[in-house]
């Protein structure tokens, strides 16, 4: 499940620009920009560059390997006509050293900037424009849940394993359950209703769990339960991670 916030800034200036936050049950975060030009001539985009906050590190989604070589997504044309739309995205993840303090982020959160250079013509001098970038961040949770390790791939109806992590972020302490529920793609192997122990406050845990997967194609890991039965409340993670499920070796013999 992802939350989604829209952003609107109308500088003075040919572009308008959108900004959007997909924010995944993980602690990580996706950034959407929408960079159009609104003026009645040409406008040419030199160069969108994303400087991310300190907690957080970004990767950029706007290149495609082709043939061993990478290649923007807006191919080789570098200006924008008249009332033309252009999409980046990015990806952002919580840096190891503040991923226990992520689940107590609340109200809203500083989350860098975006530099656009531009200009109109291509003798004239280049102009920056600077979007500062924020995001409300979701409703504040006493515990998250995040993947510690998990395969790039996996064989299908093979078990493979992911090792989870639950962090505490309350002032009291949990003694967690776990609860699995089977999806037409993925099949939890083992018991449901496993006791995890006793969680200290701001304190963490892991475990491991074991899957099975009945689908080719990426799949997604989602439907995990954990109650904490001191306070008799439930957390439902889904879309934890995803997993690109391969035929099985035998199978392709056969």
Known sequence: MFLRELCLFSPGTPLEVKTKFYN??????????????????????KKVSLQPPEMYTAAELNHVNWAGEDECTFGTRTFLQSMEERQYLYHFQIKQEFSEKSGAIRGLTDM??????????LGELAMLQTIQLEREAPGFRNVSMS???????VSLEEPFHITCKITNHS?????LV???HDTDSIRWCGNSG????ELS?????????????????????????????????TIVCDDIAKVCVLPSTGKMKT
């Open 24 to 45: 995944s049950e993980m602690s990580d975060l996706f950034l959407e920009v929408q960079i159009k030009n609104i003026s009645p001539s040409d406008v040419f985009i």
């Open 201 to 233: 406050p701001s304190s963490s845990l892991c475990f491991t769990l074991t899957l099975l997967a009945l689908k080719t194609g990426l799949q997604t890991i989602s439907r995990i339960q954990i109650t904490n039965t001191l306070s008799k409340k």
């Open 112 to 121: 860098g900037k975006l530099d656009i250079v531009w200009k109109r013509e």
């Open 194 to 197: 496993k006791y995890l122990g």
């Open 171 to 175: 002032n009291r302490k949990m003694r």
């Open 147 to 153: 993947w510690e390790t998990i395969p790039d791939t």
């Open 178 to 180: 776990l609860n699995m």
